[in-house]
């Protein structure tokens, strides 16, 4: 058979999800067969689909009439001999594995000898579903999310004796429902896409169960680190704590965490009776029963917890299942995107996090728990022995741009594409900005600009400080005229301010005076919370000649620059955040993994348009607001004659990330 031939699809249940799959079935233009226990479920599911169909039709997402497609769906009471031209079928009853099987050996007897017989189980094994029929080679898990007819992921599984001619048109019948399936080539109850939410959510539940964080930080670092759309308690709470109580007693008992009992956080909320969203109340507080509020999150609470701990326990699943062969990379990465809706693979974040960071995290994890299912995995030790780290070392899962190094008298230049960074070099000097090292750091900024595969540029220091100012050694023999003549760093920070790259300040520890000079002029500052900021030019009877007099008010506002500049005192990273001086503060022990990880977001976006961004920002600040608008709003129209919104629109429509190619 080939999935040409599939003219009829019959659906067993009619309930959340077997209503939404008889839809699509019918909205792709197939015959279809819904079939129930309960008449009122069926009668009820039509009108649900009618409901839906009107939504769509809003949206002018389908074409034909609500009635064409309406008139495609025939309902059936139990199952009898009017589905016997059925060419395929979907089983989406209730899960139990009595129930299923009973189900499958009617349809075995039922259905053509040609017919496929799928199930939307969503942990029972395809395998012993299968064993209830004569034809498990036809039998094949077809697994959709909630709610069918939005979601676009549908996994494909095999079971143990399902053909690869099975699979292939399983595949195949999905993309005709307009859906993008991935292929999972053995039967692993929870699919793949669940089995590595269930890691989430186990490494979130240790971190909290041994106090490293609180629950509201773990979901802080999940939405604003990560990315991700809900934070991991707000899921539990938003899907129900009970589901996710039930689903961690099916897994005992299927051994999918062989040793890991079910979280006590969830457990103990569960006999609460604090079941989430639905119960008014779980791990958050809700207007009342069934009422949703996003809640609250401050975003500071996402500074403590290191984002690679919530990730390492996915990794390590994730790497198992490509190692052992059970699914494929991209699929793996496409699953976890449109199924859990993150913005990037499990694997394009463990490349950006480090393969390094997440076995370190990973024998944390361990020690925390004792859990063996954090032991690394052997893929993820070879990759650290091959030095395949990620995007740092230019391989991990993906494979990036070439890492070069370069060291010049005063600087280190790494250039990891999308990212460059200019390292000053002088660490035994804190630094200090030298005539050798202003001028190296202006040739390498035109070098850099030059370079498609360089996005954004990263200014950091080397040792304990990101610069501490001008070499004052130097100031003793120079006359007023010479002063005034030494443009350099003047012009150098002139540079970055108007640079068409984004230029980020990494302030790993002390920037002063030029230093900070330096920062100032960088489009954002990320300083290491041990970091220490000052203009301590008064101290030696100068003021700060590279633009300090004029940015730090601009940042800090006249009092606080002239508190700074007028008793040259420092202060904290921490109070230069809340003064606007600096932009994020990060941890010192992951300082560079922060910086990386705002940079690579940064670097994902079109570099033409990041360009008007700045343009318009930093030529607007200087002028007054009308200029300013009619700068922004010729930048805006000038976009529209570029590659990039063509493919930013395309990839909006298309449901997926983007490629923009600065053109
Ligand atoms: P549901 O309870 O809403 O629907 C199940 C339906 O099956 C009910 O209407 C029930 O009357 C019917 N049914 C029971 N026995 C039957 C039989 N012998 N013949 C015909 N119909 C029968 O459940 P649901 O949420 O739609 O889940 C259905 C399946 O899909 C389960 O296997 C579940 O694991 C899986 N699934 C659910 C979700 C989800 O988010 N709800 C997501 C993916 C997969």
Redesign the pocket.
């Known amino acids: 058979m080939k999935v040409e031939d599939i003219k009829k699809v019959l659906v ?7 209503h939404g799959i008889a839809e699509i079935a019918a909205i792709s233009g197939y015959k279809v067969y819904l ?4 008449q009122d ?1 069926l009668n009820s599911a039509l009108e649900r689909i009618r409901w839906s169909l009107s939504k769509l039709r809003e949206r002018g997402q389908i074409k034909e009439s609500i009635d064409t497609i309406m008139s495609r769906i025939t309902t059936i009471l ?2 009898d001999k009017t589905v016997s031209d059925a060419d395929f079928s979907i089983e ?4 139990r594995i009595d ?1 299923k099987r ?2 499958f050996s009617k349809l075995d007897e039922l259905l053509p000898s040609h017919a496929i017989l799928a ?5 029972l094994p395809i395998t012993k579903i299968a064993e209830a029929t004569k034809r498990p080679d036809k039998v094949v898990g077809m ?4 709610p069918p007819v939005l979601m676009q992921l549908v996994e494909v599984m095999k079971g143990d004796k399902t053909s690869d001619e099975t699979a292939k048109i399983t595949y195949d019948l999905a993309k005709r429902f307009g859906k993008q399936p991935i292929m999972i080539n053995k039967d692993v109850p929870g699919y793949v896409v669940n089995r590595i939410l269930g890691q989430i959510n186990v490494a979130s539940c240790i971190l909290v169960e041994k106090k490293v964080a609180d629950y509201r930080e773990v979901d802080a670092v999940a939405r604003y680190k990560l990315g991700f759309p809900m934070g991991v308690y707000e899921l539990i709470d938003y899907t129900g704590v009970d589901v996710a109580y039930y689903v961690s007693k099916s897994r005992e008992e299927l051994g999918i965490r062989d040793d890991i009992p079910i979280c006590s956080l969830i457990e103990q909320k569960f006999k609460n009776n604090e079941l989430g969203v639905k119960t008014g109340k779980g791990f958050y507080t809700y207007p009342g029963p069934g009422k949703y509020v996003k809640p609250e999150l401050p975003k500071e609470l996402a500074d403590k917890l290191n984002p690679v701990l919530i990730l390492a326990g996915a990794v390590n699943e994730a790497a198992r299942l490509l190692r052992e062969g059970i699914a494929s990379r991209d699929d793996i990465d496409l699953g976890v995107r449109l199924g859990l809706g993150l913005p990037k693979g499990i694997f394009q974040y463990a490349d950006e996090l480090g393969i390094d960071s997440v076995v370190k995290a990973l024998e944390d994890l361990k020690a925390l728990s004792g859990y063996s299912v954090f032991s690394p995995d052997p893929l993820l030790t070879q990759m650290v022995g091959e030095n395949k780290l990620g995007i740092k070392t230019g391989s991990g899962f993906y494979t990036y741009g070439k890492v070069e190094e370069k060291k010049l008298n005063t600087l280190i230049i790494r250039i990891e594409p999308p990212l460059a960074w200019i390292i000053l070099n002088r660490p035994e000097r804190l630094n200090a900005l030298n005539p050798e090292l202003v001028s190296e750091l202006d040739k390498s900024l035109d070098e850099l600009e030059g370079r498609n595969d360089v996005r954004v540029v990263i200014i950091t220091g080397n040792g304990r400080a990101f610069s501490a100012g001008a070499d004052v050694s130097s100031f003793i023999t120079l006359r007023p005229i010479d002063v005034i003549r030494l443009r350099t760093l003047r012009n150098v920070v002139n540079k970055i301010a108007l640079y068409t790259k984004p230029i980020i300040a990494g302030i790993n520890g002390f920037a002063l005076g030029g230093g900070l000079e330096l920062a100032m002029a960088c489009d954002i500052r990320i300083a290491s919370e041990v970091a220490q900021l000052g203009q301590p030019e008064i101290n030696i009877g100068i003021i700060p000649g590279a633009g300090g007099t004029q940015r730090l008010p601009k940042l800090v506002g006249k009092g606080k620059a002239k508190l700074m500049i007028y008793t040259g005192d420092m202060v904290s990273a921490e109070d230069a955040y809340k003064m606007g001086l600096v932009d994020l503060v990060a941890p010192a022990n992951r300082f560079e993994e922060e910086v990386r990880r705002v940079a690579l977001k940064i670097a994902e976006k079109s570099p033409i348009s990041l360009l008007a961004a700045k343009l318009a920002i930093e030529l607007g600040y200087e002028s007054n607001i009308w200029i300013g608008q009619t700068l922004e709003s010729t930048l805006f129209g000038l976009l529209f004659t570029t590659k990039d919104v063509e493919e930013g629109v395309k990839a909006f429509l298309e449901k997926r990330k983007p490629q923009f190619k600065g053109e």
């Open positions: 067993v249940g009619a309930g959340t999800m077997g079939s129930d226990i309960s479920i139990g199952l989406a009853s209730t899960e129930i009973q189900v199930t939307n189980t969503s942990s697994h959709f999310f909630n």
